[in-house]
């Protein structure tokens, strides 16, 4: 089995490689060893050596070798090619800074940023009641920036102390409002569980990276960006809010579990925090024992192999640990301070005269109660105390990556020069690959009842909601006072009617509000059902892609396998934009009432000069009626086609990337036969050049090999 290639800027989802060889004795993942491992001065120097050594010599040749045939030869790029040189690229970069990643996940409104404002002990980063975040801040512990420095990537300086967050919160507005692509920040500031200790002393150091949530709105222009960072991230904080457990919301951030990198899925990489504990038992009863065992138990169900129990789940109040900092640090606004000693003393605490050791006493014992600093312990210190074999780790996993795949495109293009018959050669290369990629398209026309299926789900999802909203509309219709209001005044009666036709119509909005919420989350895991399923039937067409060529060339125990894996959907990506159907809520003609003139006197009934008015209820409901079920067909249409194009563009993609596998060894074998037929001196030299380099990258990957499995067998 072979490589299947991401382009140049690869997406967080694309294939990762499962390092083992076919027919061949298995080899040690770089990416499945444990990180608690530890080195000592000498052991840390050579692995990191080895691998800058590794990036100096390998990187080079990889950019000679494409740049040669992209110069020469008139083909278009060889993927296999871009991709060992943008990896190599990220890798020098990495190595050079010394610096893993530690990426934070979070849904919108979770506190992600409030979490890590209470680990910088003040509101540094902006957070607001509505969509914040659109830039990514990478947060650095610098133990000299007392105050906070927040710079570009490149070091220049942005703004500092109490500029910080305003600058942050002008850049959020900035993208979102432009709908650009920010640049991305550092914010340099002290970390607290680290006060004392310095990167300095140590051999790697990370950064703590803010992020967008998933279910934002208005962040698409920097989702390429988070879903690079996903790709790149050395470690997971997966932050879970309390109050959407058990929710639809809740299903939708684990639903990212499955599809984070393999090597990431295990208990040095990935930290399961549970946010908002301060309001245990008052929402769903969990308390704090149950909720560990419940988040554990459910990331198990969607992660099986993850086998994550109770003592792993961290639950904290990430908002009592920041005002608690803020006041014992002396950086409390009056309002903070009150809010703090509230829930420290009871909402009369101001008039209890508390001196500030008691104050402080208080505060210190609501900071323990929120968990925050076993957190802290049980993440940022292990990070800091580990750092050096995570990020030797992260190293050796890059490059035995990168280095797998410029080996699979060294012994293709070494055989084909071999054999030297470009007639017979591309010709069945070309058939064979092709048979290959018909059987794939025709395996997707079985997805096409999926769609179907789907199709019929939102809609009757729709018409339930219809029906239920033409029931309430009567309701609400039958509770009306004013409806059944007899009016002198036509005037009147209308400014009545407007009056419900306004109640009604927000209700019925509300309602549809929360109704499309909850119909995105579950079309998100229906699809996310068809996306699984989808990658299950499909992965072995990219390993028979593999085994054509090895077989077409002699050469299968050469290759290394991969695992075929699809973009996954994101919830913001699957958007049912049906707005219009609030508009049309808002215009039903609602101003039905008959005039009648008379009224029963001692007398009898007796015609007079006045008129009165009462409201057609009949007519007001059928009228409401027919509004919703025109508002239902437009969004049954509109739901339908999204769903429809949601899963076409992902088959398509599934198609693109198939194609470019097929492409990457097309290529590869053309620019061979091209090179080895200028001349039998000129086949001779490259087939020297191409052993030598299969030699030399043999002996550094076996290098790499034994050191990971000497230090993390």
Not at 257 to 263: I, M
Not at 306 to 333: C, F, G, I, Y
Request: with cysteine; proline share 4%; net charge negative.
């Amino acid at each position: 089995c072979v490589p299947f290639l991401a382009p140049a800027h690869p997406h967080p989802f694309f294939t990762h490689l499962t390092h083992s060889r076919t027919l061949a004795s298995p080899l040690s993942s770089p990416l499945a060893k444990p990180l608690d491992c530890t080195f000592d001065e000498a052991e840390y120097n050579h692995i990191y050596d080895l691998v800058g050594q590794c990036i100096r010599e390998w990187h080079p040749i990889i950019k000679k070798e494409r740049e040669q045939l992209d110069a020469g030869l008139d083909f278009q790029a060889n993927p296999f090619l871009i991709d060992c040189d943008a990896g190599f690229a990220l890798l020098a970069e990495k190595h050079s800074s010394k610096c893993f990643n530690v990426a934070v996940m979070a849904l919108c409104k979770s506190g992600k940023t409030t979490f890590l404002n209470a680990m910088i002990g003040s509101d540094l980063l902006p957070s607001s009641n509505v969509p914040e975040t659109a830039c990514i801040v990478h947060v650095r512990h610098n133990p000299n920036t007392p105050h906070g420095k927040l710079t570009q990537m490149d070091g220049t300086l942005m703004a500092e102390g109490a500029d910080i967050s305003p600058t942050v919160r002008a850049l959020n507005a900035h993208a979102r409002l432009n709908h650009i692509t920010p640049s991305e920040i550092v914010l340099n500031t002290p970390l607290v569980a680290l006060t004392g200790r310095s990167f300095a002393t140590q051999n790697a150091q990370f950064d703590v990276s803010d992020t967008p949530g998933p279910n934002e709105a208005g962040i698409e222009t920097v989702r390429a960006q988070v879903e690079q960072l996903m790709n790149t991230a050395d470690v997971i904080l997966y932050i879970l809010d309390y109050s959407k457990l058990k929710t639809e919301e809740e299903a939708v951030l684990l639903e990212r579990l499955r599809a984070l990198r393999p090597d990431l899925l295990n208990e040095a990489r990935l930290f399961v925090v549970v946010n908002k504990m301060d309001l245990a038992r008052k929402r769903h009863g969990l308390d704090f024992h149950q909720t560990k065992e419940y988040v554990a138990s459910i990331v198990n169900q969607y992660i099986p192999k993850l086998h994550m129990t109770p003592d792993r789940v961290l639950p904290v109040s990430a908002e009592r640990a920041l005002l608690s900092r803020q006041v014992l640090n002396s950086t409390a606004t009056d309002s903070v301070r009150d809010d703090c000693c509230e829930l420290v003393f009871g909402q009369e605490w101001d008039s209890l005269h508390i001196d500030t050791e008691k104050m402080h006493t208080g505060v210190e014992r609501l900071l323990q109660k929120s968990m925050f600093l076993q957190m802290e312990q049980t993440v940022l210190s292990f990070l800091f105390e580990h750092s050096a074999s995570i990020f030797i780790a992260s190293l050796t996993g890059d490059a035995l990556r990168r280095l797998y795949v410029f080996n699979n495109y060294l012994h293709t293009a070494k055989a084909t020069t071999e054999k030297n018959a470009a007639d017979q050669l591309v010709p069945r290369l070309r058939k064979d690959l092709e048979v290959i990629r018909l059987k794939f398209e025709q395996a997707l026309h079985s997805f096409e009842t999926l769609t179907q299926e789907m199709e019929m789900w939102v809609e009757q999802q729709l018409l339930g909601f219809m029906c239920e909203m033409q029931n309430h509309v009567d309701d609400m219709i039958e509770g009306e006072a004013e409806v059944f209001t007899v009016s002198a005044s036509a005037e009147v009666h209308k400014d009545l009617l407007n009056a419900v036709n306004r109640r009604v119509a927000d209700q019925l909005v509300e309602r549809f509000l929360q109704f499309r919420k909850e119909l995105e989350l579950r079309a998100f895991r229906r699809q996310q059902d068809v996306f699984l399923a989808l990658v299950e039937k499909l992965q072995p067409f990219v390993e028979e892609v593999g085994h054509t060529v090895g077989r077409l060339f002699s050469i299968e125990e050469e290759l290394f396998t991969t695992q075929f894996e699809f973009p996954a959907i994101s919830i913001s990506s699957f958007r049912l934009n049906i707005d219009q159907s609030l508009t049309a809520l808002l215009v039903a003609k609602t101003s039905l009432f008959r005039m009648i003139k008379g009224w029963c006197t001692k007398g009898g009934l007796v015609l007079g000069d006045d008129a009165q008015y009462y409201t057609n209820t009949t007519a007001l409901k059928k009228k409401w009626h027919e509004n919703v079920h025109t508002n239902t067909q437009h969004s049954i249409k509109v739901a339908k086609f999204l769903v429809a194009e949601k899963i076409k563009s992902s088959l398509n993609l599934a198609k693109e990337e198939l194609q470019q596998c097929i492409d990457g060894y097309t290529k590869t074998v053309q620019d061979a036969l091209a090179a080895a037929q200028e001349s039998e001196e000129r086949r001779q030299s490259r087939i020297a050049e191409l052993k030598s380099l299969i030699e030399k990258e043999r002996a550094i990957i076996a290098t790499l090999q034994a050191l990971d499995h000497k230090h993390c067998p």
